[in-house]
């Protein structure tokens, strides 16, 4: 890698110019999930009902399709919430997801993936979550969850920051991905980020490597999402917006708590794919990524 791709000396002024607007022109919090998502993709595979005090939305797959979301806005820098249920029973070939991705050219796109990988019954789900940056992807950490994400909702985060991104599970951080431009590994920030959520079936890879396949006399398949919550970031005092906070700056360290989470997820097993420690089908100990090898970030 050549040099590193922060907000380019080009395209800078506009991104500050950016994030000021998204600070003066939206509220930070709490969002809704009625009015600020759409759906794209099989409205008629899909509904929203109250569910307790919560609004949610319930996405269906069957045969012939699934369905799927994204939220009005964009994003650069901020905190996504998002309580899921999936599928319950035998979810075997079925992807349920949560992400963000930008919208410019594909080959440099940036993209932060979490997707629920179904499977047979009393088996458990397996998380698979991603990393692109600037087109470059294969960042791939893979989770078995300490409970059944199907009995009841949990809610899962992405929080993105100019330091990192980390992804927690009710507020357990599970994984971080720091970012390490100045060493020339490519990270997300500079290009906004839209929120999506699906429900497909992906029965030629998702369950055990595609040995296990859909049980279509199951269906419809459905998953169920609920308060979606969007929390901007915020810089410290005197500072224009998050990308231009100071490089020495303790704001978005990782806190004592998140470090012992991500011990804790890896010491309990909970962790069973890392494209890091991948040395026997992947890469040998030259051919790593680069960030593989660097220290983490405070």
């Known amino acids: 890698m050549a040099s590193p791709l922060p907000c380019r000396p080009k ?20 969002a809704d999930i009625y009015k600020d998502i759409q759906i794209i993709w099989s409205a008629d595979h899909t509904y929203y009902f109250m569910d307790g005090d919560s609004e949610a939305l319930a996405l269906s797959l069957d045969f012939n399709r699934g369905s799927a979301f994204k939220s009005n806005d964009m994003y650069l820098f901020a905190r996504i919430d998002l309580d899921i249920k999936l599928v319950e029973g035998n979810s075997a070939g079925t992807v349920c997801t ?5 919208e410019g050219p594909w080959d440099i796109h940036d993209e932060i993936d979490l997707e629920f990988l179904g499977n047979s019954t009393g088996e458990p ?18 989770f078995k969850l300490w409970f059944d994400p199907s009995a009841e909702y949990h809610t899962y985060s992405i929080v993105w920051n100019p330091r990192r991104i980390t992804i927690e599970v009710d507020g357990v951080t599970i994984r971080s991905f720091d970012n390490n431009e100045d060493q020339g590994v490519p990270f997300p920030s500079w290009q906004q980020q839209r929120v999506y959520g699906s429900l497909w079936n992906a029965d030629d890879w998702a369950t055990q490597g ?3 396949k859909t049980d279509w006399s199951l269906a419809p398949f459905v998953s169920y999402y609920r308060n979606y919550n969007i929390t901007y970031c915020r810089p410290s005092p005197g500072v224009s917006w998050c990308g231009a906070e100071p490089a ?10 998140a470090r012992a989470d991500l011990q804790w ?4 097993g909970y962790v ?5 420690t991948d040395m026997s089908n992947r890469y040998t100990a030259t051919s790593r990524p680069k960030e593989c090898s660097l220290p983490p970030r405070p």
Request: aromatic content about 12%; overall charge positive; some cysteine.
């Open 11 to 30: 395209l800078r002024l506009l991104c500050v110019g950016v994030a000021l607007a998204f600070l003066l022109a939206v509220d930070v919090g709490r």
């Open 272 to 276: 069973i794919y890392d494209y890091c």
């Open 98 to 102: 949560v992400y963000t991705i930008s």
């Open 248 to 257: 020495g700056s303790p704001l978005f360290n990782l806190s004592p708590k």
């Open 210 to 212: 595609g040995r296990v």
């Open 125 to 142: 789900y397996t998380l698979h979550t991603n990393v692109f940056a600037y087109g470059v992807g294969g960042r791939e950490q893979q």
């Open 265 to 268: 997820v890896r010491n309990m």
